[in-house]
């Protein structure tokens, strides 16, 4: 899972992204980094500790998450003039991170304002995205009539959906918005528009503001909120800080500011969610390891993220709930108190299922 990190100059994207992945990336727009910042971040989960310590692995493998910091020019958004390389590193992002400026900085002459700056990033991302719908539009009108019978009828779908949805794109608004079909969602992935993707806004408060946190997070919900979108207040530059220390030393301090979990949870768990990702498990001796799915998601698909093998001779599931397997205290005592189920490739996986695939090898 990608998760890109976005803002204006001066909202503290990079100081956030410093935050969720302990690394220490150069902070100010330089107006000429072409290349995103990227970090490889394991996923916090304190299920997969506890079986680490009822197994003991000689491997633990944690989910992760790749995040992205993409610098975005001053002056450049809510203009459609962001240049199209530094969106196509957008649109790789399966969720964005919208990073906005809500304290004072003497190194700019703009006054904070939130609002303004996600208005003008959503601005931005609607004027991308026509530009991409009117350019398929137009070549969907011409060689679109070609093709056989089952071509031109799926060309004639695509095209009256497109213009169905090219009006709400028009007015600035974004895709999450519009109520659309989920055969219609599928039809539009392939796309990547920048204003269907979930996002979590990210308001970077400074540590005078903390203690409004939950109230500028519920102003939020109720001004911006909606299908596929979040929004958390955090003081990034404090955040990054305690970034650096190791978790015995972090957490005094995040007591004393009144800071239940620190950003990076926090903000891969509001992720998980918008994105309807959840964690199964497998668990040995020899590794312990989380894996990351849909919401929806089959044993088979499971099978799949663990290897494509598996999936191709699934033949069952093993699988036991979390709180199943830590009450019985090993996979055994689970089979022996009936509390291991035998599932087929339909089965939906729950979130904490721990799983074991059988497949035939010879397939």
């Given amino acids: 899972m990608q998760v890109t990190i976005i803002g204006l100059p001066g909202s503290g994207k990079t ?10 990336a150069e902070t100010g727009f330089s107006g000429g980094r072409a290349a995103p910042n990227l970090a490889v971040v394991k996923v916090p989960d304190d299920r997969l500790d506890r079986l680490a310590n009822l197994f003991h692995p000689r491997k633990v493998v944690p989910a992760d998450v790749t995040y992205a910091d993409v610098a975005i020019p001053a002056g450049a958004a809510g203009e459609g003039t962001v240049a199209p390389d530094l969106l196509a590193q957008v649109r790789n992002a399966d969720a964005l991170v919208h990073v906005l400026r809500a304290f ?11 609002w303004r700056d996600l208005e003008e990033l959503d601005l931005e991302y ?13 070549k969907l009108r011409t060689t679109g009539r070609h093709g056989s019978p089952s071509e031109r009828d799926a060309n004639a779908l695509e095209e009256a959906l497109l213009e169905r949805i090219e009006p709400h794109l028009a007015q600035g608004h974004p895709l999450r918005t519009l109520a659309l079909e989920d055969d219609e969602e599928k039809r539009l992935r392939g796309y990547r528009f920048l204003t269907q993707k979930p996002i979590l806004v990210l308001v970077n408060v400074d540590e005078a503001r903390l203690s409004q946190a939950a109230a500028i997070e519920e102003e939020g919900r109720a001004r911006y909120g909606g ?13 990054a800080e305690i970034a650096q220390l190791s978790p015995e030393d972090a957490r005094p301090f995040l007591e004393e ?15 998980y969610a918008l994105l309807g990702l959840f964690s199964f498990f497998t668990a040995g001796e020899d590794e312990c390891r989380a894996w990351t799915l849909r919401q929806g998601a089959t044993a088979v698909d499971a099978a799949a993220a663990i290897h494509s093998d598996l999936a191709r001779g699934f033949i069952r599931a093993e699988v036991v709930t979390f709180e199943d397997m830590m009450a019985c205290g ?3 005592e689970a089979r022996r108190r009936g509390l291991l189920r035998s599932e087929g490739k339909a089965y939906e996986v729950k979130a904490g299922d721990v799983i074991e695939v059988l497949f035939n090898v010879a397939r």
Avoid: H, M
């Avoid at 609607?126 to 137009?138: I, N, T």
């Avoid at 979108?229 to 955040?239: H, M, Q, S």
């Avoid at 239940?260 to 903000?267: I, L, P, Y």
């Fill in 126 to 138: 609607a004027v991308a995205d026509l530009g991409v719908l009117q350019k398929r539009l137009e």
């Fill in 227 to 239: 299908r596929q979108v979040d929004f958390v207040a955090l003081a990034g530059k404090l955040e």
């Fill in 330 to 332: 090993s996979t055994a």
């Fill in 15 to 24: 100081t956030v992204f410093n935050a969720l992945t302990g690394v220490q």
């Fill in 257 to 271: 500011l009144g800071i239940a979990e620190a950003s990076r949870g926090r903000v891969i768990r509001l992720t």
């Fill in 104 to 114: 004072d900085d003497a190194a700019t002459d703009r006054p904070a304002d939130s």
